[in-house]
């Protein structure tokens, strides 16, 4: 993929399958041209790995119930 418009666009493509986004016929699309494409292939899996890592290894911190009420109760 040499555009490099192209390959934003094919990158925006990649978060929105990601993240669940994408129609079906977008997505048919997207898998074709990562195994057509070698750079599109690379990107994907690259942003995947990524994506599973922040997964896997970041930890989100945990927060009591009284914080959470007291933001409810503040919002509402």
Do not use: G, W
Request: neutral net charge; charged residues 30%.
């Amino acid at each position: 993929m040499e555009n490099k418009s192209l390959l934003n666009y094919f990158s925006t493509q990649v978060h929105l399958y990601l993240d669940n986004r994408l129609n079906a016929d977008s997505e048919e699309n997207l898998l074709k041209a990562c195994d057509q494409d070698n750079e599109c292939n690379k990107l994907f899996q690259q942003e995947k790995t990524f994506r599973d890592f922040v997964k896997n290894n970041v930890k989100r911190p945990c927060v009591s119930t009284d914080v959470l009420k007291h933001i409810k109760d503040k919002c509402c």
